[in-house]
């Protein structure tokens, strides 16, 4: 039984709908990219997913013991995070909120899960410091520090590269792959960025015009081929 | 200095200005916490437009008759707190457009009805003392003092309770609604402790300057500290110092209370930001 | 920097708690054994000197007194005012009043005083006139209805 399935999905805001019968099923562990332009529904996808969006027919399903607190989310920037005045302790530590419940104060363990997430994403003597005196790849790594510790099953991320440097992405790909494979954690990330869907995941999900839906090897296929034909076309005309 | 010491010994014998000072800290304290979470959601302007309303309310209740005005004003306030924060960031009219409209109203349609219906001897007395507030927190009766007491106390301890959510909710709603914390709920929560906070403070203030009373600690606290938590520490003190020292100074110079603490409050707001200034620029 | 910054919060906090004991300590002294307050050498000293506060406090005073009458039966008051008097029909007599207003003039208040073997309007002075009065707060029964008063001593009309 797959972790998370999707069944049929019609997805839009109101009467307009951007995506129509949709299917795709991730299993537990796996590591999953979805691409497309600009305006093909890949961040409305994700908010359908994770309920912050209503679904307008289809069906999601989560399974394998996930439960909808039990989701980690690395959402686009929002502005007033910028200048927030937190530290990059009570930031990590307030994404095990949803284990608390009615209990109003964080326990030993969780404060315990904050700070093996903070090692492990090599953010540990920023700890203290304020968020918003960050660089935008350190931000992003305690964004995911935070994720992490809401969930030990399941990570869904919305561009997480999106205003970072080559460098600082090549990082964060690396550690979000880490975490895939070393933690178990199945992995959904929305990216317009071709290195990840060739080179770190294990399916790709392209919405758009000439969806698609398959493996990296698969993928990589296509593309070759709608490639070949390009390079075919141009030759003959 | 002594004669100012004599003085204030000589007031502070009356119990109606321990009152005062008791429940004018309680409210500082209850209206910095608040501010804090109202200024990082982007909702500052809320406690202006709430206590617009609030005044609305109390023109209803003043017409009406009733002696206790908080009967009429607290729900009315309350209902339009939650009205207009539910939503969060999802609501479909503009925020800002909204509480304009709805805070606007309120004030016309409550110096309207004061006029047409009041029989009080002094209307622009009446109106002016719930604008600014200028001795209203040394004339409260007993009945509104524990009022004030009591509610003041459940605001801070929800505040204490529901701290982390709270964090969480104003931090990044999307996050917390995503990892399945109900943030609807506690939107709620807070819509009403804000209307309770602003009904409260016009007791001290005046609705013209609750705004004052629930930005500046913060803005103060933020110049200079880092940490939610040691904002909201920074924000209480400050607060609470400003409302004393505006109290006694105008016990004992006679001037308006509620434009004394609001000036000390710039003051403070001032002094930090020097600091923050010579600091960054070292 | 931040440890310099908590630590000037910190000492404010502690002199303003120290200024705000002290006060409650002085506070809890009788009137009476209070430091000589040169204004009121050769004068005699009365429990609540309301000529002498600030005019919002002289107002708020006065609403707390009417507020909750009992506790201040039996003191004495010195106040500052403007005359007021008014006829009622039902008694066929003259009443008296003082009306303090506050520092904004926003709000005002009035008490009843009576002064006991004088006769209006020979005695009194003109109405508006700036007063100043000295007596006991009490009360007195008419029509049975208690209605609180100060009983004056003295009079004087201020320039």
């Given amino acids: 039984m797959s972790q998370l399935s999707c069944k049929n999905l019609n997805i839009g805001y109101g009467s307009k709908t951007i995506i129509d019968n949709l299917s795709f099923e991730v299993e537990s562990g796996e590591y999953l990219c979805i691409i497309g332009h600009n305006g093909t529904g890949k961040s409305t996808l994700m908010r359908t997913i994770l309920r912050l969006q209503p679904l307008n027919s289809g069906s999601i399903t989560l399974d394998d013991g996930v439960k909808l607190n039990e989701v980690g989310y690395l959402p686009q920037q929002t502005p007033a995070q910028a200048d927030f005045p937190a530290s990059v302790w009570e930031i990590v530590l307030s994404g095990c909120l949803n284990r608390c419940g009615v209990r109003p104060f964080y326990n030993a363990n969780e404060k315990k899960r904050a700070n093996h997430y903070i090692d492990m994403l090599e953010i540990t003597p920023l700890s203290k410091r304020c968020y918003r005196e960050l660089s935008g790849g350190q931000q992003q790594r305690v964004l995911l520090a935070r994720a992490l510790c809401a969930t030990h099953k399941m990570l869904l991320l919305d561009e997480p590269t999106a205003s970072l440097d080559p460098d600082a992405t090549q990082e964060l790909y690396r550690l979000i792959k880490d975490i895939n494979q070393k933690e178990g954690i199945t992995v959904i990330m929305i990216s317009h960025d071709l290195t990840v869907a060739t080179q770190y995941c294990d399916k790709v999900l392209k919405l758009g015009d000439s969806p698609f839906y398959g493996t990296r090897t698969e993928y990589i296929q296509s593309m070759q081929i709608e490639h070949n034909d390009n390079q075919g076309g141009e030759v003959n005309g | ?282 | 920097m931040k440890k310099i910054i908590i630590g000037i919060i910190v000492s404010i906090l502690v002199v303003a708690c120290i200024v705000i004991i002290c006060i409650f300590a002085f506070g809890n002294t009788r009137p009476n054994d209070t430091i000589n307050n040169p204004q009121q050498q050769g004068a005699k000293q009365v429990d609540y000197d309301l000529s002498a506060m600030g005019k919002s406090m002289a107002y708020s005073t006065v609403v707390n007194v009417k507020e909750n009458p009992l506790g201040y039966i039996g003191k004495t008051f010195k106040v500052s005012g403007v005359y007021k008097a008014s006829f009622y029909d039902v008694t066929q007599q003259y009443y008296h009043y003082i009306l303090i207003i506050d520092s904004t003039a926003c709000c005002q208040t009035a008490i009843e005083f009576v002064y006991n073997g004088k006769t209006y309007p020979t005695d009194f002075p003109s109405i508006d006139a700036n007063i100043t009065i000295e007596g006991t707060f009490g009360s007195y029964q008419e029509e049975d209805i208690t209605y609180y008063c100060i009983f004056v001593t003295s009079l004087t009309v201020i320039n």
């Fill in chain 2, 1 to 282: 200095m002594v004669e100012i010491m004599h003085k204030l010994s000589l007031y502070f014998q009356f119990p109606f200005v321990q009152y005062a000072m008791i429940v004018g800290v309680l409210i500082a304290l209850c209206a910095s916490l608040l501010g804090v979470i109202l200024v990082l959601k982007r909702f500052s302007f809320i406690g202006d437009g709430l206590s617009h309303v609030a005044f609305g309310a109390m023109a209803i209740a003043t017409v009406v008759g009733l002696t206790t005005d908080m009967l009429i004003t607290m729900p009315i306030t309350v209902l339009c707190a939650v009205l207009l924060l539910r939503k969060g960031k999802r609501s479909k009219i503009s925020g800002d457009a909204t509480v304009a409209m709805v805070s606007v109203a309120s004030m016309a349609i409550g110096y309207l009805l004061v006029n047409i219906f009041s029989t009080s001897g002094n209307l622009s007395g009446d109106v002016c003392s719930t604008l600014f507030g200028s001795t209203s927190i040394l004339t409260l009766t007993n009945t509104e003092v524990w009022v004030c007491i009591v509610l003041s106390a459940l605001m801070i301890a929800v505040f204490i309770i529901f701290y982390n959510k709270i964090f969480a909710v104003t931090f990044d709603e999307n996050f917390a609604r995503a990892t399945g914390t109900p943030a609807s709920l506690y939107n709620l929560i807070i819509a009403v402790v804000v209307a309770v906070v602003v009904v409260l403070a016009m007791n001290l203030v005046g609705s013209l300057l609750i705004s004052a009373l629930i930005i500046f600690p913060t803005l103060s606290a933020m110049r200079l500290f880092k940490s939610f938590k040691s904002v909201v520490i920074c924000s209480a003190i400050v607060s609470v110092l400003c409302a004393v020292i505006g109290m006694l100074v105008s016990i004992v110079a006679g001037t308006p209370v509620g434009s004394t603490i609001v000036v000390a409050n710039i003051a403070v707001f001032g002094v930090f930001w020097l600091i923050d200034i010579i600091r960054g620029s070292r």
